[in-house]
């Protein structure tokens, strides 16, 4: 289907095997285990940071116990897509009554829900009344950042694997495999560039790899950051200088920006000030205070009902650090 | 209660001719009752208290025999509720129809305007699916409909606007209940009366029988010596109460007086707080007062507790005032909130984006939040610097041309805007 003639590099050089894939060693052979008897397979947590490969393994799989037509036994859920455990419960449902029919051909169906973690902790206790009532027919693969965000009693009913970061010099080599079947001559000062914006979120890395081919047939860090001030992750530092220079108007208005035009979610933002604060031009103990005051917002953030607020909270507290420091 | 006790009952039309006031109103709403058929839009009544809007639906039932359903849309919150009590008689007939020579059912909403708190998630959404599946007439009551949340709602309406009932039609109504109840009262009195109660029918008949539970010759003196009605204030009153309250537990009486639900003053405070609070060390802290308000929404929100309710707003008012050191004059404070008119301004955008974002999210096995933040933007760069590879994306995506100009320009076309 459409992956043979995929035009975005993300899904163009996705592995379709286990074997294709390059990491995670010790989980791709405990999951060949279970491809002797999938039967025996228990239903699957993944976890680890964004970009490493978590959805990739899920869908080889599937694509090794289901065969061919892995697509018409997979049901893909984004748990932070769905509208409420309702619709994700209906999804389900419907899924299972349509795999009913089909059974002969594969020892069940599979269900990858990601970004799972992002469910309330209500949400995951029906979800676990979901997979017991679906056990018979189906398996789960829950894909998550946070292990810790999944309630005990999913975690205890999952076979749970930690997706590790992506170590740089498995970045770079992925990148310059790309870079050469694609014809795109990727220097050192290229390469450095998009790992320093991506760190070892491959999906990003590729992305930026791609964006900035379509510059110039040479990626180097010029062209990186070009593409990168173009994508928007300038926006953040330069709220953030706006802020610690006082103007927290100016500041609010850019965050504003950020969430309803971008689009970006309120912890979303907050991570990507929180890494902007180590790039800025600061003694290194004043970075760490900032980034303990990032934290506390982040965790009420979470805690809270109104991201606006506490972002905006957040922005105060740097104005008032800002005029401190300079005075 | 027995109704024959209160006026406001006793005396509460029983027939459109009855109502006072408001002529294009009753004319606009009669007009659509009679024409309704199943797929015309239901109707939406809006003004200020008191002035007969719901009296009207009722009295028009009673003319018109039909069967009136009245649900208090604030009462009874839930999609689930409202579909089970209203939807199950906007789709079928009632028995009683047959039987009693009714023209059919009639169905009321009050106070719609209240129903987009927290708890009614999907409550509009309900509300609009009733309309648009609903056999029988519908009618809408609200105050005040400028909030943006109303505005799917209002799509679907007639909307028909109620006004203050005028002066000199409310005297005649208190001299004929003077009458009527065998009370005499000078000219000048219920003059002040009136005026008192800004062209709203139900407190004028409110205030004239407490007079006359105690004198039934009503005089000026009768009247002033009324407690002043507990005036709602706005919203911009109660921010400056707010901001500039002194002592700062004074802050916490702007809660009583103005009608807003709890957290959009809590927003509307965030908003206007940078404008009004100059200096960097007022503003810091008293966000961090914002900040802690917003935590204990967050605990109610995540416990049902009511419980913690006060400490969230004691932080919105009394740790907002109790924050500022230095002295301010009062400035130009700005409602609905400034996100909620962004918002509602690129809609159309957000739209858009959702749905390119929704196309990345099935090719690319992402959420369309990560295809927010890890493709949208490398699209954008890649869709205005090189329009060959975009082209080649754009066909394995399905983007439509729109929002092929969207990546490129960054706008949308107004064009295609519905």
């Known amino acids: 289907m459409s992956e043979e003639s995929a035009v975005m590099w993300v899904e163009k050089y996705r592995p379709k095997t286990l074997d294709e894939v390059v990491n995670h060693k010790q989980i791709i052979e405990s999951l060949k285990g279970f491809l002797k008897n999938p039967l025996t397979m228990p239903h699957l947590l993944f976890a680890g940071p964004p970009g490493n490969g978590k959805t990739t393994v899920a869908l080889c799989l599937a694509r090794h116990l289901l065969g061919e037509n892995w697509r018409n036994y997979t049901l893909e859920l984004n748990a932070s897509d769905e509208r409420g455990i309702q619709m994700v419960r209906e999804r389900i449902k419907n899924f299972t009554r349509h795999l009913m029919g089909s059974m002969a051909n594969v020892p069940y169906g599979l269900v990858i829900l990601d970004e799972s973690d992002q469910m309330t902790a209500e949400a995951q206790t029906a979800l676990r009344r979901i997979m017991e009532a679906n056990s018979r027919t189906s398996r789960f693969i829950l894909i998550c950042n946070y292990s810790g965000k999944i309630i005990e009693p999913i975690q205890s009913r999952c076979a749970i694997f930690r997706f590790s970061p992506l170590k740089r010099e498995d970045v770079i080599g992925y990148l310059h495999r790309i870079a050469k079947n694609e014809g795109v001559n990727l220097t050192d000062s290229g390469a450095e560039a998009i790992i320093e914006q991506c760190g070892g979120d491959l999906r990003r890395a590729i992305n930026t790899l791609q964006a900035a081919s379509t510059i110039s047939k040479t990626v180097d860090k010029k062209v990186v950051l070009q593409v990168v001030g173009r994508a928007g992750a300038e926006e953040v530092r330069s709220l953030l200088e706006k802020a610690l220079k006082g103007d927290f108007l100016k500041a609010r208005e850019m965050l504003y920006e950020l969430m309803v035009t971008y689009g970006l979610s309120g912890s979303d933002i907050i991570r990507q000030i929180h890494r902007e604060i180590f790039n800025l031009n600061l003694p290194q103990k004043t970075q760490i205070e900032l980034a303990n005051l990032i934290g506390e917002y982040d965790f009420r953030l979470v805690e809270g009902a109104n991201e606006d607020i506490q972002l905006s909270a957040l922005l105060a507290q740097l104005t008032r650090f800002g005029l401190q420091k300079s005075s | 209660m027995s109704t024959s006790l209160m006026w406001t009952e006793k005396y509460r039309p029983q027939t459109v001719g009855e109502i006072i006031g408001n002529d294009e109103a009753k004319k606009s709403f009669i007009s659509w009752l009679k024409t309704w058929k199943p797929g015309v839009k ?299 008119i962004l918002l509602s301004k690129s809609k159309a955008e957000r739209e858009l984006k959702d749905k390119i974002c929704s196309l990345i999210a099935e090719k690319c096995h992402v959420s369309r939040r990560r295809a927010t933040m890890d493709f949208l933007p490398f699209l954008k760069a890649i869709f205005s610097s090189n329009l060959e590879e975009a082209k080649k994306i754009a066909s394995w995506l399905n983007l439509t041309d729109e929002m092929v100009d969207y990546l490129s320009s960054g706008k949308v076309s107004k064009a295609k805007k519905r």
């Open chain 2, 42 to 340: 239901a109707a939406l009544l809006y003004g200020p208290p008191g002035v007969g809007k719901t009296t009207l639906v009722q009295a028009a039932a009673k003319t018109f025999s039909y069967d009136l359903i009245e649900m208090n849309a604030s009462d009874t919150r839930t999609a689930e509720k409202i579909m089970r009590v209203a939807g199950h008689a906007a789709s079928e007939d009632s028995l009683l129809t047959h039987f009693s020579g009714s023209r059919g059912t009639l169905i009321l909403l009050d106070e719609v305007d209240g129903i987009y708190g927290r708890e009614d998630q999907g409550g509009i959404g309900a509300i609009l699916r009733l309309i648009r599946e609903s056999k029988v007439p519908i009618v809408l009551v609200a105050n005040d409909i400028s909030d943006v949340r109303l505005r799917d709602l209002k799509n679907e309406c007639l909307l028909i606007p109620f006004h203050h009932v005028r002066p000199p039609l409310l005297l005649a109504l208190l001299k004929e209940l003077c009458r009527r109840e065998g009370l005499e009262a000078e000219d000048e009195a219920l003059k002040i009366l009136v005026n008192r109660c800004e062209g709203d029918v139900r407190s004028a008949i409110n205030d004239l029988q407490s007079i006359a539970e105690r004198t039934k010759h009503i005089k000026v003196e009768d009247v002033e010596r009324l407690l002043p009605r507990d005036k709602q204030i706005t919203v911009q009153e109660a921010l400056k109460k707010i901001f500039l309250a002194d002592p700062p537990s004074e802050a916490r009486k702007a809660l009583a007086e103005v009608n807003i639900d709890f957290e959009l003053l809590h927003q509307a405070i965030h908003d206007n707080l940078p404008y009004q609070y100059k200096d960097p060390e007022d503003l810091a802290s008293a966000y961090d007062a914002l900040s802690r308000a917003d935590l204990y929404f967050g605990r109610i929100k995540r416990t049902k507790d009511w419980g913690f309710l006060s400490y969230a707003l004691e932080q919105m008012t009394v740790g907002v005032a109790a924050s500022r050191k230095k002295s301010y004059y009062p400035v130009g404070y700005r409602f609905p909130p400034s996100k909620l």
